[in-house]
């Protein structure tokens, strides 16, 4: 029954993930958009702590805990975001619902694991008016209205693989290939006038990525466990595929776009390089009890490009990304109490994301919650969050975005390739 539960899903997910529309930020135009938080939600609800092996759940940001899985461990999440937006003169809202990952992952043996996914790479999705006055030579005064829009994203499957070289030290690896396709249209209009031009431009991406990792594990005093983890993603590239067209359009009564005059571009080829990233953490705590541990991420993204060359206020500088978090269990092995039994959980994060606009870097902040509720006395279990936070600034002509998501992830563990004694 769990395995066609996984079919089911795992089906549902993969046609949902490549029409969903991820994002509404306005920042997403930027860069190759909006970059996913790459983990599940129960690290996510520790503020994206990823530190800790475990045998019963999977680890996606550090694939050396994979050889630590004694079960098959079968993983999704989704997330439903609600976002204002604020300038110095004005305010929006929007919501979204995203799936964010899809992981299968089991033991080969008692050293080894592996597991292979899919999960968003980036997100793009905003829709930006704007208009402007300008005064010709003759004195004339021209109102403009111009639009711009995008949708799309890239996508991430992965293979990843977790080996036990001693009872303390794991070393790890996945493979990822990146693919996607990224829509962009703008507008202009002048006030008055129901012709107007409209250019759209499409981007079809590709590439292959890696990531390794270590973790290590002992004993403080015998009693407290310690656990560090380091990561590191070398450079890799992303190739894009560039398609355009111009058109004049003009709109009929019931509002449907026309075109004319379409002029198509000739495709052309640009090679993105996502820099190399490296990921140090460390925690302490009692096993299956509680942990608390920190966690810092740096990635050069100074020479980092955009999509569109011909922007001029925007750069790109070096990020880092700081996380403490933990969790608590009152007594996990508990008969008489189920909230004993529940993994309580919280974190905080702070984000420096390497986007510069107007002299100004873009800042992420964003506090996380979230219940580990077991699933009657399996292993599997239920993970909801809670996450409010702050990106960027409404000075400098720019946007701020205060967001609250609601995050629910499905754990289910089960024995699988194993032959049973007893038929």
Known sequence: MIKKIILGTSLL????????????SPYSFYGIGDVKYRGTHENKAMGGLGVLPDSIHLNLQNPASLSGLIMTT???????RSTTFKTDSQKETASRTTFDYLALGFPISKKMGVSFGLMPYSSVGYKVDQNTTSQMTSGEIINTSKRFTGEG??????FALGYKITPKLSIGADFQYNFGRVETKSYVFLEDVHLGKREINTSRYSGVAFNAGLMYQ????????????????????LRADNTGSVASITYSGSGAELESDVVNYSETNTDFKLPAKYALGTGFGLAKKWMIGAEVTLQDKSSFVNRFDQITNVGFEKTQRYVVGGYFIPKFNSFTSYLDRVTYRAGFRYENTGLVINNQSIKDY??????????GRSLSNLNIGFEYGKRGTASSNLVQENYFGIYIGLSV???WFRKTKYE
């Open 13 to 24: 997910f993969s046609s949902v993930i490549f029409a969903q529309e991820g994002t509404a």
């Open 74 to 80: 079968f993983t999704v999440g989704a997330t439903n």
């Open 153 to 158: 994203g890239v996508n991430n499957v992965f």
């Open 218 to 237: 002992t004993k403080v005093n015998n009693k407290y466990d310690w656990y560090s983890s380091l990561t590191y993603s070398p450079q890799s590239n």
């Open 366 to 375: 964003s506090m996380n919650a979230g219940l580990g509720l077991p699933i």
């Open 413 to 415: 563990n089960d024995l």
